[in-house]
């Protein structure tokens, strides 16, 4: 799932100023008016103009049939283009509901990044049962241990007390705590065959939903840093970073209830995300 800008301006003068028209010849109806009267044209200056014409034709097909240029390759393509859909389908299977098997090259390692994304920035992370799963079908298998270290320290009682959560990652009842990330775009800054690091610019919905609720669900604009390596034939997640934005301006519209919300987060499913 992408869009993005790439067409901007500059359509050129076509159908503006400077344009001229080619008058035809004389017809008993000429929607332009009464033409100018010429004299009658000579067979050689027809001749002239015939063979102009058949010039004009032949350049144009030598240009479309013999030097057409080769498509760059994957290395090739500037780090900084926009993402754009390339219709190539990004996985065939799922581990934990986590997709896997990704392309070695440098469009799986950032659809391995945006799907990784999503799952370290979901509700499930605060579930301890659940985030030992992600974290061992995510992260690269020697930095398992040392991130399930920290992850359990960064959601420990201080964070889920603060989130309205037991310690079980659980809201209380009648309550729907929401965590949903929205993958906008990928960038690659570096890459090679074993190693890719790949910039994530997200949006999302954080919070709790329901009566009571001290942490109401809002939205979020982030960026995931995400360094990978190629192991295991599969991109797997070496390290990664989150910063804040770029984020748009608000708009003014009015919030949902929470109700509204705590539906959308249960009747809406997620995507597998492809560069």
Not at 33 to 49: H, M
Not at 204 to 223: K, L, Q
Not at 224 to 239: A, G, I, P, Y
Not at 259 to 272: D, L, N, Q, R, S
Request: with cysteine; glycine share 10%; net charge neutral.
């Amino acid at each position: 799932m992408s869009n993005d800008d790439q067409y901007g301006g500059g359509y050129g003068d076509v159908g503006g100023t400077g344009q001229t028209r080619t008058r035809l010849p004389d017809t008993p109806a000429d929607p332009y008016g009464t033409p100018r009267r010429t004299p009658r044209a000579s067979r050689s200056l027809v001749t002239v103009v015939g063979v102009v014409v058949l010039l004009i034709a032949a350049i144009a097909f030598a240009n479309q049939s013999g030097n057409s240029p080769e498509a760059p390759s994957v290395e090739a393509q500037p780090s900084t283009a926009a993402t754009h859909p390339t219709g190539t389908r990004p996985v065939d299977g799922k581990n934990a509901g986590i997709p896997r098997g990704f392309a070695h090259d440098e469009q799986g390692a950032q659809s391995a990044a945006a799907n990784y994304a999503v799952a370290l920035v979901s509700a499930d992370i605060l579930k301890p049962q659940m985030r030992r799963q992600i974290v061992r079908q995510v992260f690269v298998a020697d930095k398992v241990s040392e991130l399930e270290t920290k992850l359990d320290q960064a959601y420990g009682k201080p964070f889920l007390d603060q989130a309205g959560l037991d310690a079980n990652g659980n809201a209380p009842q009648g309550q729907t705590y929401v965590s949903r990330t929205v993958p906008v775009g990928t960038k690659t800054s570096r890459y090679s065959a074993g190693t890719a690091t790949v910039d994530v610019w997200c949006t999302g919905a954080f919070g709790t939903a329901g009566v009571g609720s001290t942490n109401p669900v809002s939205n979020d604009w982030f960026t995931m840093t995400l360094t990978l390596r190629w192991t295991d034939n599969d991109w797997k997640v070496e390290s990664f970073a989150q910063k804040d934005g770029p984020a748009p301006v608000h708009t003014d519209r009015t919030a949902s209830s929470a109700e509204e919300i705590a539906k959308a987060a249960t009747e809406f499913g997620g995507f597998t995300y492809a560069r």
